[in-house]
């Protein structure tokens, strides 16, 4: 029961763009296109899986003086690996996403979650915390990128669904994404009153 | 005293852990990667020369409208422009960034020093991104004059 609720927690209720509205950056710049906010999901939880397994896994060998130095350590050894894989067996993503995965690093929801989650808890739960928070960043990255793709460029996915010239260009430009995020809040918060 | 030195030791044996499961990744994708990206440069100059693959590929960054345009400029032996190809840009998306549709591109093709290569005259600028569109015409000229045939 509790196993789940961590798990549960990220995907809706503690949302880590449309609600806890922490790592708005990357959301920013990858998130003008389908592809490109899948593929950085991809990335995202990938380093945020094995930041939390580690941190929890060495949550009592860490003195807490330096826990912080220790995350960042944790988090940039992930980001590199995934840097390094991506550039050797998907270039083609990395041509794409590869100014955005240094920024990884400095991601605050992997930080956020080191610190407040996985740094307290089993190793079993942070996993799970890490995969419920990973599914609502790509629950989150992605609608907000097929709404500005369709909006902005006239396609999903890259499959065009009507002419490009008559989109709305804004829509794939940074205040298209701060639009569209105020306007996803705005219905997640109308949908779980009524649910409720 | 003897607390930092503790804290610093625990700091580096993290460290030096990191370190070697990096270096163990990094052995097995970095012949990987440099592969990749020759054969991306291999296939980048066969686009731009065309079947036969004869003649020279020039490689030119004009400025553009956020940063510089890395692009591939292909010219037969006749100094005359047989394709080009955007490397790398960061033009505005939806505007300058169309600089990489085939459609603007082709009408290079054909064009050599003696022709003029003026955005609006010679060539159709893409509406909207009259910067981004001079830069390309000043990258073809620049490349054609880099080779003389």
């Known amino acids: 029961m509790n196993l789940w609720k961590d798990l549960n927690a990220g995907i809706v209720k503690e949302n880590p763009v449309l609600r806890l509205m922490i790592g708005l950056c990357p959301v920013l710049a990858v998130s003008n296109n389908a592809t490109n ?8 939880a990938f380093v945020l899986i094995c930041s939390n397994w580690v941190v929890a896994a060495i949550r009592k060998l860490t003195p807490d003086e330096i826990r912080i130095p220790i995350f960042i350590i944790v988090i940039s050894t992930f980001v590199t690996i995934s840097d390094y894989i991506m550039q050797a067996y998907y270039p083609e993503l990395y041509v794409a996403l590869g100014v955005f995965v240094p920024l990884i690093v400095v991601n605050c929801i992997i930080l956020g ?44 996915f890259g499959v065009t669904f009507f002419n490009p010239a008559t989109a709305a260009t804004i829509m794939i430009l940074p205040p298209g994404a701060f639009i569209t995020i105020g306007f996803l809040m705005a219905a997640l918060n109308k949908l779980e009153k009524k649910v409720l | 005293m003897g607390k930092i030195l503790k804290l610093a030791a625990i700091l580096a044996v993290f460290c030096v852990i990191s370190a070697g499961g990096l270096a163990y990744v990094y052995l097995f994708t970095q012949p990987k990667i440099e ?86 005259k010679d060539i159709d600028a ?24």
């Open chain 1, 37 to 44: 906010a899948l593929g950085m999901s991809a990335a995202v």
């Open chain 1, 113 to 156: 979650r080191a610190e407040a989650f996985a740094y307290k808890n089993p190793v079993l739960n942070s996993v799970l915390d890490g995969i419920g928070m990973s599914l609502g960043f790509a629950l989150a990255l992605v609608s907000i990128g097929v709404v500005r793709e369709i909006l902005g460029a006239g396609s999903v």
């Open chain 2, 35 to 120: 592969a990749n990206s020759k054969l991306t440069l291999e296939n980048s100059k066969r686009e731009v020369l065309g079947k036969d693959n004869k003649g020279t590929a020039v490689a030119v960054s004009p400025r553009g409208y956020s940063g510089p345009i890395d692009m591939l400029v292909g010219i037969d032996p006749q100094g005359k422009v047989k394709g080009l190809k955007i490397l790398n840009q960061r033009e505005t998306p939806g505007l300058g960034a169309n600089i990489t549709k085939p459609g603007f591109l082709r009408q290079f093709v054909g064009k050599s020093a003696k022709d003029s290569i003026e955005p609006k």
């Open chain 2, 126 to 149: 893409i509406t909207g991104a009259t910067i981004s569109s001079r830069a390309v015409c000043r990258g073809v000229r620049e490349a054609l004059g880099k080779v003389k045939p």
